[in-house]
Structures are given as C-alpha cells and as structure tokens.
C-alpha cells in the first residue's frame, strides 16, 4: 500500500492527522468498524478526536469513493475501505461481517438494463461457520 497521505491527496482529500489515522484503522480492520469502534480505538492516540470528527470523516471517505457505509446491520451502519465488488455475510450469533466476492455482473438481469446504478450491495444474513461448529 502506498502512503495513506499521498492516497487521501490522490483522492482529493487534505490529509490531516485524523485522516490518516481513521483511513488506517479503516484498511487494517477488516471486520467493518462502527464509528463507535473507530473512536474507540484511536481516541488514546487522538485526544482532541470526538465521534463527531469521525463520522464526517468517514462521509467524505464515502464521498470520494474510498470507503463505503454498509448497512446490513439494522442498529449501526458499518463501514468498509475495501471498495472491490463483495457481499457482505453478517452472522446473527456473533455479529461479525464477512466478506465473499460475488459476480455482480452475472447476478444482474436485463430489467436494469437502462437505469443508473450507482451503488451495489449484497448482503446475506446467517450463522457463520464458527458458531456453527461451536453449538
Ligand atoms: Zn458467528
Ligand atoms: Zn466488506
């Protein structure tokens, strides 16, 4: 991975301190943060950081399309820097999101055929092998 800042630069976004570091959290933490997490964990490093910094960080992640808000949860929208085509997979028992690449081209009919699409989501809700294993 190239320079955070000079991605967030290529990106159109001023790469603050607080940039940086949410962006970083956001790519090393693939189980698709809350804003509560975000804070969370870098709240000890950033004292000045409030939740507030943190979500409209995330929205102007979201506006230049580098990270996407996923709400396959119905209390918290996630989020997720990994902008490839995939599905997400929200086990019920343990809360985790999976990721799974999906064929989103094969997935699509021709009733579409004229219209805009400008996000795709695909979500699957269930128990995860884990929690499967464990009951
Ligand atoms: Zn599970
Ligand atoms: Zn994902």
Do not use: W
Request: charge should be negative; proline fraction near 2%; charged fraction near 25%.
């Amino acid at each position: 991975m190239v320079n955070v800042g000079d991605f967030l630069k290529t990106n159109g976004i001023k790469p603050s301190y607080q940039r940086i570091k949410i962006y970083e959290f956001l790519m090393n933490n693939k189980e698709h943060p809350t804003v509560e997490t975000i804070y969370n964990a870098l709240n000890g490093q950033i004292p000045t950081l409030s939740k507030t910094t943190v979500y409209n960080t995330l929205k102007i992640f979201i506006d230049k399309g580098i990270a996407m808000a996923i709400t396959i949860d119905e209390i918290e929208v996630r989020f997720d820097a990994h902008m490839d085509m995939h599905g997400h997979f929200k086990c019920e028992q343990c809360n985790t999101i999976y990721d799974f690449n999906v064929n989103f081209e094969g997935a699509l009919s021709d009733e579409l055929n004229d219209f805009e699409i400008t996000e795709q989501q695909m979500f699957f809700y269930g128990i995860c092998k884990k929690c499967k294993n464990h009951s």
